[in-house]
C-alpha cells in the first residue's frame, strides 16, 4: 500500500481514559490511515500502543507498513512502546474459542503491563473482522464498554464495512461512546446517541436542585425533574424550545442586571451567579439565585451551559435571622474584648521600658485584639445592614484630618512606604459618621498591608470633582483578576488569589461598600496598571454655603438650649 496524505482531521489527543470508539472501514488504506493517526496522539501522551490485527493486515504485514512508510511510529517498535499481535493472540483461546471473560482478564493484564512499564495507559486498537457471530460480538462490546470505563485503557474498534448490515452498524455504534465516519472527504468522531443520554441521566440523578441545560445556540437541552417542578411543567417542551421562549415565557428577568438571561448564548469562559426574578403559573412570582456554569466539552458531550436554580423565595425569614444571629454573637464578643483592651492598656502602662521584650509581646497582643475588633465590627455591621436597621450619625467634618488620623497606626509600619499625594494643609469638609468612615478606611487600608509584599509602595490621594471627594488608594500587591473586581465586595466572598493564603472572612469590603453608601458616596475597586489594586472611596462634600447655613444651624441649636 502506498503511504497517502492522511484526510483524517479529528484530533485524537483529548480522548479521556475509558473512551470506547467504533470504526466501520471500507478499505486497508482508510484503516491504516485511521490507526496511524489514533498511535501517534497516544504515543505523543507517554500511552502504549497495542494494535492487534485481523482482515486486511496481520502482525506481520502491519509491521512491514511499519517499517516501510512511518520510520517514526517504527522505532517505537524497538522500545516496546508499540506493540503489533495477531489477534488469536488476545481474543482466542488455546482451544481456538472466543471466550469473553479470558479475554477481559487479558485486557486488564495488557493495561497493568503498561502502567508497570512506566506509561499513561493503554491506546489499543482492535480488529475485528475475525469474529462471525454478532450476537457474541455485541455482548463482548457491551461488557467491554463497562470495563473500559475503569480502566486507563482507549479502544478504537475497527470492523469490516462490507461484512456489516444496516442493524448490526446500528446497534454495534448504540455501545460505543463516538462511531469515527467519513464527513465531507474528512474523519470526525461522532458522539454516540446511548452514552450522551447515558451521561445526562447520570448527571441528572445527581442533581438535588432545578438545573436547565442549554448548549451553544441557545437551544434548550434537558431539564431537572427540580426545574420542570419549579415551572409548573410536566415536561421539557412546557419550558420552551430555547433561552428566549424560556425567558419570555415565564418572564424571568436579573435582579441585579449582571447578566441578560434572555441571551441566546450565555456561554462565557467563567462560572457566574445571578439574582433572577420569575413567575411560575404553580408557585407565583419567584426569586432565584442562579449559578451559571459552564461544562467543558470531553469525551462524551459537547461544551454546554448550566444553569442551576435555588429557590430563595422563602429566604427572607432566614436572612433576617441569620442578621439577628450575626448581631447577638457581635454583641456577645464586645464585652469580653472590651474589658481585653483595658487589661492590656493597664499593663502597657505597667512597662515603662518600651524596649524590653514584655512590651513588645504585649504590644503584640494589642495588634492581634485589634483585628478581632475589627472583625467582630464588621460582623456587627452586617446584621445591622441586613435587618435594615443600620444608621449613620453624620456630622460636618474635616475628611482630610480622619483620613491622616486612620493612617497613623501604619506610618510606624516599616515594612510598607506610605506616600500622601494630596495637600495635608487642605480642608475638605463632609457631611461624614467619623466612627464609621473610620471602619471603612481600616477595612481599605488592612487590605492594601495585607495583600502587598513588603518593600512596595502604597500611595493616598484625595481628589475634588463636582462636589465629590474621592479618596484613591493605590498598591503594588498581588491585584484582583478582572473578572474579581465587583464579587470581591459581594458578602463572605474571597478571591482566588486570597483563598488559603490569607486570613479573613470576607466581610470588610461588603460592609465598607454599604455604609460609603449610606454617606450618599460609593467605593469600587480597579486594577492599577503595572500590578497591584486601585481602591477608590467616594464621598459628597459640604460646600462652602452650605457649611457656613450648618455652622448657623449649629449655633442657633445651642442658643436654643
Known sequence: MDQQPSTLCTSFDN??????????????RDLADAVIQYFRAGLAKNERGLWVCAGPFDAKTATALLQRDYPELASTLETGQLIVADYDQLYLTGEREFDISVVLDRWATAVSDAIAAGFDGLRVAGDLAWSRSKQVLKEYEERFCAFAMQTPIVTLCCYPLAH??????????????FVLALKDS????IPSARH?????????????????????????????NMCLELFGCDSLSCLGSDIKEFTTRFKVSSITGRVRPETANLISSCDVDDYWKAASPTHGDLELLVNIKVAKSNAIMPEVLLLIFHDITGLRTVDTIEGNFLQVVSHELKNPIQT??????LMKASVPDRETPVYKYIKMADSCLSRITGVVEDLLSTGRIKQDSAVINPVQTDLKALVLEALEPYLTDPKHAFICRFDKSQVIRAMVDPVRLHQILANVLNNAVKYTPPGKRIWLDLVISDNTATLVVEDEGIGIPPTELERVFEQFYRGIRTRGRFSGIGLGLYVSRCLARMHGGDLWAETRSGGGTVIKLSLP??????????????????ETM
Do not use: P
Open 164 to 177: 456489516m448490515d444496516h442493524v448490526d452498524i446500528l446497534d454495534i455504534s448504540y455501545i460505543h461512546h
Open 340 to 345: 481585653m483592651t483595658a487589661i492590656i492598656n
Open 186 to 189: 474528512s474523519w470526525h468522531l
Open 196 to 224: 450522551r443520554d447515558l451521561m445526562w441521566q447520570s448527571l441528572l440523578d445527581t442533581l438535588t436542585k432545578g438545573m436547565l441545560a442549554i448548549d451553544a445556540s441557545g437551544a434548550i437541552i434537558t431539564a431537572s
Open 15 to 28: 480522548l479521556d481514559k475509558g473512551t470506547h470508539i467504533c470504526y466501520f472501514y471500507e478499505n486497508d
Open 541 to 558: 462634600i459640604v460646600t462652602e454655603d452650605a457649611s457656613q447655613e450648618n455652622l448657623e444651624q449649629e449655633s442657633l441649636e445651642k
